[in-house]
């Protein structure tokens, strides 16, 4: 279990589906490179979700996607999104280019568009192109997502939660990664500790050293904008 200080607040640790299956292997050639377009140095391009060895699931079909970028010079950056075919091959379904922009950046689907499905498995990646020149330069990175239904009993527990630390709890408790960590993105500026205890118990649980470094330099900046 998790203390929070600032709110006597204990939040559950994010547990992983009962199932835990790895993603899927690469099938749209493009290699992941997570590396900096500044320095070899960590920290580096990391999704901040789930990658090494299980999916992380959400309950809503128009989830909101997260990753941090270490360089703070802006780069193109292309935000891709897959579903998987038949045979299990990628295919995309819709992308987004933008300005990178250094530290945690996120992005979310339009609400208007129903582009995702309860039961199924999609993909999303994120490439910035350090020198539009040497595609080679690219950096890519990115992992799977599913879309997961909604019970009755989660239900239940969210309509009597009594604030935002039992909400980001409850979706913890039911391995819902992508709508715990955006809970707590939303609400950051009145807790950093929420999602930065949130991403600790997911570098413990897939040993991911890339987001321990982030985890260092996020803490390092929260402790200074004090």
Request: aromatic letters at 8%.
């Amino acid at each position: 279990m998790l203390f929070l200080s600032s709110n006597n607040i204990v939040l559950a640790d994010y547990k992983p589906p009962p199932e835990q299956k790895p993603p899927q292997t690469n099938s749209d050639g493009l290699v992941s490179r997570n590396g900096s377009c500044q320095s070899n140095q960590p920290p580096f391009l990391t999704v901040l979700a789930p990658k090494n060895n299980h999916v992380g699931q959400t309950i809503n079909t128009n989830p909101s996607f997260s990753w941090f970028v270490p360089d703070s010079q802006s780069y193109t950056l292309k935000f891709q999104l897959y579903h998987y075919n038949q045979k299990g091959q990628r295919e995309p379904i819709w992308s987004k280019e933008l300005q990178s922009q250094p530290g945690i950046m996120t992005i979310s689907l339009p609400e208007h568009e129903s582009i995702l499905e309860v039961g199924k498995r999609y993909h999303w990646k994120v490439i910035i192109l350090c020198n539009p020149n040497r595609p080679s330069s690219a950096l890519v990175t990115g992992t799977d997502i599913d879309i997961v239904e909604k019970t009755p009993s989660l239900e239940l527990l969210l309509t009597n939660a009594e604030d935002v630390a039992e909400i980001i709890n409850i979706y913890g408790e039911y391995s819902l990664w992508y709508d715990a960590f955006d809970k707590a993105l939303v609400h950051r500026n009145d807790n950093q500790e929420l999602y930065l205890n949130l991403l600790e118990n997911l570098a413990k649980l897939e040993n991911n050293q890339d987001l321990n470094t982030i985890i260092q330099s996020l803490g390092s900046e929260s402790q200074k904008a004090k």
